[in-house]
Every structure is written in structure tokens, then in C-alpha cells.
């Protein structure tokens, strides 16, 4: 009876325990979402932000990819989406995705800049509860007028 009581106090209780995966403090995760006015592939000091944009965290299992979680969040007037997050997601691969632009003429997404990967775990010695996720763009329908003097700035630097 005494193996018995042992064996439920460390093998049955912490899975029971962890069975449950929603979390007393959520995580934060925190992005921009930003419209390349010039078509740079990133980021500029002519860059708008976007507010309205609706953005989507997604975990998926490492092994199959298949899609376990998902939540969407909306921008707000600085281009910022803030999206609580109450569950952990220890072993899964989760992104930020961007959804959708609310100006017709910035909704084409940015190649390689359309989703951020975040962990969503407290297990990997991270101590807050805030997740910063790179900022994702879209692509202006065609570039303002002043890119290509903007753009030859950042080219006066390269060797």
C-alpha cells in the first residue's frame, strides 16, 4: 500500500497536474505589424505601422503539424497587437501569422516577413511573462515617392 501511495504522489499527481496546461499568469506576446511603404523587405524610417491588422498566434505539434492552438488579435492605433496567451505550449512550435491588412492598398504580405516565431513555454528558464515576436509586414501596392534616395542611404554603408 505504501509503493501504491508513492508511486500516485510522483508518477499520477504531476501529470494530472500538468494534464490541465492552462496557466495561472498568461503569456503576453507582443508584435508590430508595419506596411513597407518603399517594398524594402524591412523595415524603414519611411515604415508605417498598421493599426487594425489582425494577426493569429498558432502552436502546432512538433512532429505531425498539426494545428492545436490558435487565437487572433487586432492591432491597435501604434501598429502593436497584444495577445494573451493561457495555456503552455512547452513542446509545440508556435508562430505569429499575419491575417489580414485593413488598407487596401498595403494587404499583400511580405515574403518572409508574414510570420514571427515565439515560444510559449515557462520551460526554458524565461522568467517573464511577456513574449516579443518580430515585427511581420505587408507590402505597399507600389512603392512612395522618395524610396529610392531613402534606399541608396542604406546602400552608402555597405562595403
Do not use: W
Amino acid at each position: 500500500m505504501g509503493r501504491l501511495m508513492l508511486f500516485v504522489a510522483l508518477c499520477v499527481l504531476p501529470a494530472l497536474v500538468s494534464a490541465g496546461r492552462l496557466i495561472s499568469r498568461p503569456f503576453v506576446l507582443q508584435g508590430r505589424v508595419y506596411c513597407d511603404t518603399c517594398r524594402a523587405g524591412f523595415e524603414t524610417s519611411a515604415t508605417t505601422y498598421i493599426a487594425g491588422a489582425k494577426v493569429r498566434v498558432e502552436c502546432k505539434d512538433r512532429n505531425s503539424m498539426q494545428l492545436l492552438y490558435s487565437i487572433e488579435g487586432t492591432t491597435d492605433s501604434t501598429g502593436t497587437y497584444k495577445i494573451m496567451v493561457t495555456e503552455d505550449h512547452e513542446d509545440q512550435l508556435c508562430d505569429a501569422v499575419l491575417v489580414s491588412s485593413p488598407l487596401s492598398d498595403c494587404a499583400s504580405v511580405d515574403p518572409g516577413r508574414d510570420r514571427a516565431a515565439v515560444i510559449l513555454t515557462r520551460y526554458n528558464g524565461m522568467v517573464s511573462d511577456n513574449r516579443y515576436a518580430n515585427s511581420m509586414g505587408f507590402l505597399k501596392d507600389h512603392p512612395m515617392s522618395g524610396c529610392t534616395q531613402l534606399l541608396q542611404q542604406y546602400q552608402e554603408f555597405e562595403d
